[in-house]
């Protein structure tokens, strides 16, 4: 069983960084795709960035392309996500999640159902 926590949310003032962690135990991540998405009040959950499981293929979001990257530290079982120049549209809870074994998707894709494993949300404001 593996069990996702979720952690360095915060505020921030439009054009600053943060990086959220996600540390995995119970099982080894690398044997799973991994996620970041988020919900902004009022939305439905967006897939923001996903890593396959063997780690070589990447998908983002447009919004974000260019601002986000997303990583895992096998040493650490742990994933990242890597923010910068975050805009106020970026505000929301993100997301991680996991599941076994390559995506489906080829391309890959976020999709949240293709996901079973959650951790709690990380609040993320993007305010002045």
């Known amino acids: 069983q593996l069990t996702l926590v979720a952690s360095g949310g915060g505020m921030v003032q439009p054009g600053g960084s943060l990086r959220l962690s996600c540390a995995a135990s119970g099982s080894r991540l690398d044997h799973y795709r991994v996620g970041w998405f988020r919900q902004a009040p009022g939305k439905e959950r967006e897939g923001v960035s996903c890593l396959s499981a063997p780690g070589l293929s990447t998908h983002y979001v447009d919004s974000v392309k260019g601002r986000f990257t997303i990583s895992r530290d096998s040493a650490k079982n742990t994933m990242y996500l890597q923010m910068n120049n975050l805009k106020p549209e970026d505000t929301g809870v993100y997301f991680c999640?996991?599941?076994?074994?390559?995506?489906?998707?080829?391309?890959?894709?976020?999709?949240?159902?293709?996901?079973?494993?959650w951790g709690q949300g990380a609040h993320v404001n993007v305010s002045s």
């Open positions: 999640a996991a599941r076994w074994g390559p995506s489906p998707y080829v391309p890959l894709l976020c999709v949240a159902g293709d996901y079973d494993y």
